[in-house]
């Protein structure tokens, strides 16, 4: 039977995810260092669940309760109030302290809410605030002044407004599950699931804000106490089944959870094929993602490159697809070799440099035109040599 197939075999999915236990919080950036990514490691054990390299898990996190608090005391709420937000499709009311807490997205207001408080703010001062962020000279900076607030930020700028509960839940939107990619293989953890979760915090309209997900891993889900309500989401992305072919990882920042997969995955099974990785970060001192476990395979020759670019080391920033076009005639060497390429991390700008590298490095080493190039990148993702997990 298949990996993937196991996955079915469970009773628990995204519709009804399995409440495991988190064993494990650990920083995995040292002491002085600008990021606080995380490692975890969240207990499956009697789920039934299994997962293979290069799936993710399905995280369903809560909102923070001070956040719950704020709203309910704006709202002049006590939180036992009965709600049916059309959003959740409930057969039965739920308290709104529960649709809050658990059920219902606080960020991302919309225009549709704006356009609500205009009509239901008494002030004068509030009346006219809104009437020139509704205004048609207001469209490009509308977007701006909704995304540095939550609900509860326009709850406070407009106090005159009054809603009841169940009103008020109307405008928000479903609370959806977070994913990340499983940093563990399933055949050497098989009860165990391992994750590394870039921490989101940041200040936005003089307010500290948190990302709802990462930060109920690392502050709100107590290790063994609460329960963390979990999936596994099936992905094509993987090593490849073919056990004597090469791989090319390349995974900066949190990009290289599915590559420590990949090795604890490849080193178990025997895979006869060669790693690289491409590894980078902010600082070697201290974000160095599980270092000693690269050069430990670096040492025992089942890692055969290892090639790291520590953006903020020196005066110039040094990015992974830098390291790649110094080593292109080797990594053109090893994609004619028949090697797999792998990219895991960010979407908006990483993924898409690499990518242009990639292609840079197809023209120069192979001699290639500019669309022979592209031609030659579009066949390899034809072949699923080239396969990308970019969020
Ligand atoms: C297939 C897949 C795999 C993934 N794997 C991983 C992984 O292994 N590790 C990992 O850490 N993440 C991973 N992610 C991302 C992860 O799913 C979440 O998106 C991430 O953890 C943020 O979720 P959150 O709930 O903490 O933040 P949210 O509450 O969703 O908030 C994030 C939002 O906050 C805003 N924001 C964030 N920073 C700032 C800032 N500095 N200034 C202004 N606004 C800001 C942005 O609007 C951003 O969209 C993966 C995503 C996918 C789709
Ligand atoms: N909005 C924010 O302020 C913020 C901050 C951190 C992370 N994030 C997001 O959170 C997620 C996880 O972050 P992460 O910890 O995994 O790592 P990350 O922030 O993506 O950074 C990892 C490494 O990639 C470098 N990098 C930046 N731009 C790059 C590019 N165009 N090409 C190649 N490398 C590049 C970074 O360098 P430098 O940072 O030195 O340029 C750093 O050395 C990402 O999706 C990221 O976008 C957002």
Redesign the pocket.
């Known amino acids: 039977m298949s990996a993937s197939a196991d996955v079915s075999v469970s009773e628990f999915s995204k519709d009804r995810p399995f409440p495991a236990r988190l064993t494990e919080n650990r920083m995995l950036n040292k002491p002085g260092s600008a ?1 606080e ?1 995380r490692h975890f490691v969240v207990d499956l054990r009697g789920s039934g669940l299994r997962c293979k390299a290069g799936d993710s898990l399905g995280v369903f996190p809560t909102n923070r309760p001070e956040e719950v608090a704020e709203l309910l005391q704006r709202l002049g709420a006590t939180g036992d109030e009965p709600v049916a937000p059309a959003a959740l499709k409930l057969a039965a009311p739920i308290a709104l302290r529960v649709a809050l807490t658990e059920r219902l997205a606080l960020a991302k207001p919309t225009r549709k809410f704006l356009e609500t408080l205009a009509a239901k703010v008494t002030t004068g001062a509030e009346k006219e605030k809104l009437a020139a962020l509704l205004a048609p000279e207001a469209k490009e900076a509308l977007p701006a002044f909704l995304e540095e607030r939550e609900f509860v930020d326009l709850l406070a700028e407009f106090p005159s407004a009054r809603f009841t509960a169940a009103e008020f839940a109307e405008y928000l939107r479903k609370l959806m599950p977070r994913l990340y990619s499983i940093a563990s293989s399933g055949t050497v953890y098989p009860e165990d699931v391992h994750l590394t979760v ?1 921490v ?1 915090r ?1 200040a936005t309209n003089g307010r500290e804000r948190v990302g709802v997900c990462s930060t109920f891993l690392a502050d709100r889900a107590q290790p063994g106490a609460t329960p963390v309500p979990v999936f596994v989401s099936d992905s094509h992305f993987g090593p490849p089944e073919d056990r004597s072919k090469d791989c090319i990882m390349v995974g ?4 290289i959870a599915p590559f420590r997969a990949f090795m604890q995955e490849r080193v178990a099974t025997g895979a006869t094929g060669r790693n690289w990785l491409f590894f ?3 600082k070697r001192s201290t974000d160095f993602l599980y270092e000693e476990e690269w050069l430990d395979y670096q040492a025992k020759g089942q890692l055969a490159r290892l090639d790291t ?4 080391d020196q005066a110039a ?1 040094v ?3 830098d390291r790649m076009r110094e080593h292109g005639k080797e990594l053109w060497a090893w994609l004619q070799g028949g090697a797999y390429f792998f990219v895991c ?6 993924a898409k ?2 990518d242009a590298a990639l292609h840079q490095i197809a023209a120069e080493q192979g001699g290639l035109t500019p669309e022979q190039a592209a031609d030659y990148v579009k066949q390899l993702k034809k072949d699923k040599r080239y396969q990308r997990d970019v ?1």
């Not at 900066?252 to 990009?255: D, K, L, M």
């Not at 670019?309 to 903020?312: E, K, Q």
């Not at 991390?345 to 990483?350: L, P, S, T, V």
């Open positions: 990021k990514t870039a989101v940041y900066p920042g949190t990009g980078g970060d902010q670019a520590f953006s903020r920033k990015y992974v697809q991390g960010d979407a908006k700008r990483m440099d690499v969020y």
